[in-house]
């Protein structure tokens, strides 16, 4: 039973270009979560979904956009990266009582 | 505005001894209110909830916290910390729609 998995880990990207975090769960759970984890700062909600189809801005969206087409898959597209998007980003997957369930992180540089 | 306060970067304790990690938060309504934990380039881990109920909760590893309505906190604590609890720790409040998370607390249980 992996939980949630997120792919790359690790990835570096130049000013301008872009790229999908993929996000994948088996929980069966219809919420699903994107959240940025900056020093200091906490973690900050990019975009939620509360089931297939169905997707909504968090507190900090701009510059990203998600899709949701199935329940396992939850990816994160990052257009036009700039440095400001240097973090480590989360996908959680929402329990039935609210608690989240993270993936490992996936670490994106812009340089 | 809604948010989570955790007034403490850094809290240093003794192995055995007590602990204690402060949370506030300003949210609407009556929220729910989570803690987790971070391990280094780990997830987040969920360690215990509040919903309703009885005002002292227990969670996971022997932590617990406790629910004070009048002072809107959801302090941590453990009576007895262990060198393996040194992480960040994260106070959250909110429901599925919107959860807001602390900056983190970073405990150190030295031997």
Known sequence: NAGVTQTPKFRILKIGQSMTLQCAQDMNHNYMYW??????MGLKLIYYSVGAGITDKGEVPNGYNVSRSTT?????????AAP????VYFCAVGGFAGELFFGEGSRLTVL | AQSVAQPEDQV?????????VKCTYSVSGNPYLFWYVQYPNRGL????KYI?????????YGFEAEFNKSQTSFHLKKPSALVSDSALYFCAAGNNNDM????GTR???KP
């Not at chain 1, 400001?84 to 973090?87: G, L, M, V, Y």
């Not at chain 2, 240093?12 to 001894?17: I, K, P, T």
């Not at chain 2, 309703?52 to 996971?60: A, F, W």
């Open chain 1, 35 to 40: 959240y940025r984890q900056d020093p200091g």
């Open chain 1, 72 to 80: 396992e898959d939850f990816p994160l597209r990052l257009e036009l």
């Open chain 1, 84 to 87: 400001s998007q240097t973090s």
């Open chain 2, 12 to 20: 240093n304790v003794a192995e055995g001894n007590p602990l204690t």
């Open chain 2, 45 to 48: 881990q969920f360690l215990l």
């Open chain 2, 52 to 60: 309703t109920g009885d005002n002292l909760v227990k969670g996971s």
């Open chain 2, 100 to 103: 807001r998370f602390g900056a």
């Open chain 2, 107 to 109: 405990l150190t249980v």
